[in-house]
């Protein structure tokens, strides 16, 4: 296994030297293998989205951005209009992969806006266009997350115990990560926290992921069930929770991985501030309230077998799989976003962040 030097340098999401393929670590294979995979094929990067190998609300729309430009190039010598059909074509598709993280349409309608300002140019230009913007939104996101980690590392201390849900890390984002961040750079600056990283079922995020990112950086990192979650906020060892969000409603209600609202419920129950953390790319405004976010469904087959030698229950038993739920706004202590907290009343502060 390639030895990571540091985590927040991973490449986890990025172009080919020839530009012609985007390249990404198969998050399905770790902690166990560091696999890359070299994607070039419209097929191939939905069938990425979908099977979580790129995953992480910030990361999907990196690699979005990415694939629609190497994908491109492929249709290059097509006049405009035809040039055009194709990309709305296979941005449509590519959005269809996954419902809830709001980073992957927010990145494809980017690109697409290039195509669609740019008529009068050549596809050649539009091409080297959409390929400068890709790359802009990688770096935004580098910058965003870096902010995001500062303002987040403002509310800690020295020693504190944070609680997080899933990845929401490097690997789910460029470089620091979101909710991950503050602890990653406080660790640069010297400073030690316990973290307790929930497993995240059925999926593994905490386990696979985060537990490797902060054990990779020299973080202090204590991996739990998510059912034991009650008994370390119980026993005192949580001062905050940090958790990342696929999609942010403008009333403040925001959908995660499955099972952070039910950290959320716990910290009111125990007293702890509970924050997400995200970048306003995360933020849909037209999106009023969390009823509104559409929860995508998966596959039984990851309840009942994946990561199991044997099967853990009966073929035939029904099983019910969301991937996300809603936290409502009620339990939120704060959003924290590259442009700064927003504290309650949201509808108010995340408006603010627009005007
Ligand atoms: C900065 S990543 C934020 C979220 O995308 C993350 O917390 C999460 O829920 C990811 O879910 P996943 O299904 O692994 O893509």
Redo the contacts with the bound molecule.
């Keep these: 296994m390639e030895e990571i030097k540091q985590v927040t340098h991973i490449d986890n999401v990025k172009l080919s030297d020839d530009k012609k393929s985007v390249v990404i670590i198969d998050q399905t294979q770790l902690p166990n293998r560091m696999v890359y995979l070299t994607l070039n094929q419209l097929e191939d990067c939905y069938e990425a989205i979908l099977k979580?190998r790129v995953?992480?609300?910030?990361?999907?729309g990196i690699f979005a951005g990415y694939a629609m430009y190497v994908l491109s190039q492929q249709y290059a010598d097509k006049p405009y209009d035809a040039f055009a059909a194709e990309f709305h074509r296979q941005k449509e598709y590519l959005n269809s992969s996954?419902p809830t993280?709001v980073n992957l349409s927010w990145a494809l309608n980017r690109m697409e806006k290039v195509v669609a300002g740019n008529a009068s140019s050549g596809v050649g230009e539009i091409v080297e266009l959409l390929g400068r913007e890709c790359v802009k939104i990688h770096e935004e996101d580098i910058a965003m997350c870096r902010k995001i980690s500062e303002y987040g590392l403002s509310l800690l201390h020295e020693g504190d115990g944070i609680l997080t849900?899933?990845?929401?890390g490097p690997l789910?984002?460029s470089r620091y990560?979101?909710?991950i961040g503050p602890m990653l750079l406080g660790k640069e600056q010297g400073m030690n926290f316990h973290v307790f990283s929930d497993e995240t079922r059925p999926?593994l995020?905490g386990a696979r992921l985060t537990s490797f990112e902060l054990q990779k950086a020299g973080v202090d990192v204590t991996l739990i069930c998510d059912n034991m979650a009650s008994i370390v906020m119980k026993n005192g060892w949580v001062n905050a929770c940090f958790?990342?969000?696929?999609r942010i409603a403008a009333n403040g209600d925001f959908a995660?991985?499955i099972g952070?609202s039910g950290v959320a419920i716990l910290a009111k129950h125990y007293g702890i501030p509970f924050y997400t953390l995200?970048p306003t790319s995360t933020i849909d405004m037209n999106c009023p309230t969390g009823d509104d976010i559409k929860i995508e469904l998966r596959d039984p087959e990851e309840i009942k077998e994946k990561f199991y030698v044997e099967p853990m229950a009966l073929k035939e038993v029904k099983c019910y799989n969301p991937?996300?739920d809603v936290t409502d706004h009620t339990l939120v202590t704060g959003i924290i976003t590259e442009k700064g907290i927003c504290y309650p009343p949201f509808t108010e502060s995340l408006k603010k962040l627009f005007d």
Aim: aromatic fraction near 4%.
């Design positions: 979580l995953r992480g609300a910030p990361a999907i996954r993280a849900h899933c990845n929401a789910a984002t990560g979101t909710a999926l995020q958790v990342g969000c696929d995660n991985k952070t995200g991937a996300f």
